[in-house]
């Protein structure tokens, strides 16, 4: 006998996104660090890119943000000045090789090379040009 379908609400679903994701990005961590050939390291790179475009994109078929509760007022006002937003101090972790959000602090989604993404503040941020 089949079991019947359980409803699962948006928050369950955002922090099950939220969830896989940081357990993906320790496992990514491990990879990398294991990593020494540099073939390898894009492929991760290239893999991290694609899941987290994966992520984002479930996010946004379901119609959920991942956001946290709203952003601040200053916060808001910044991602309507500029989509793009230069990250000039950089919140980094070395053990996952990852990126926080200098806002909210927290983890940004990786969407292209040099491009990150946050969900709460809904900011894309890129690198500065080096000179």
């Not at 937003?85 to 927290?106: G, V």
Request: glycine share 2%; hydrophobic share 35%.
């Amino acid at each position: 006998m089949m079991e019947p379908f359980t409803t699962i609400s948006k928050e369950e679903i955002k922090s099950l996104l939220i969830e896989v994701h940081r357990e993906n990005l320790m496992l990514w961590g491990k990879w990398f660090n294991q990593a020494s050939d540099p073939v390898d390291k894009s492929g991760l790179y290239r893999y991290r890119e694609g899941f987290d475009a994966a992520i984002l994109n479930i996010a946004q078929r379901l119609q959920i943000s991942l956001a946290n509760p709203p952003a601040s007022q200053e916060t808001q006002t910044k991602a309507k000045k500029a989509e793009v937003i230069a990250l000039k101090e950089f919140f980094f972790s070395t053990e996952f090789e990852t990126l926080f959000c200098p806002h909210c602090h927290q983890t940004l989604f990786r969407k292209k090379n040099k491009f990150w993404y946050c969900p709460t503040c809904k900011i894309n941020f890129r690198f500065p040009e080096k000179d």
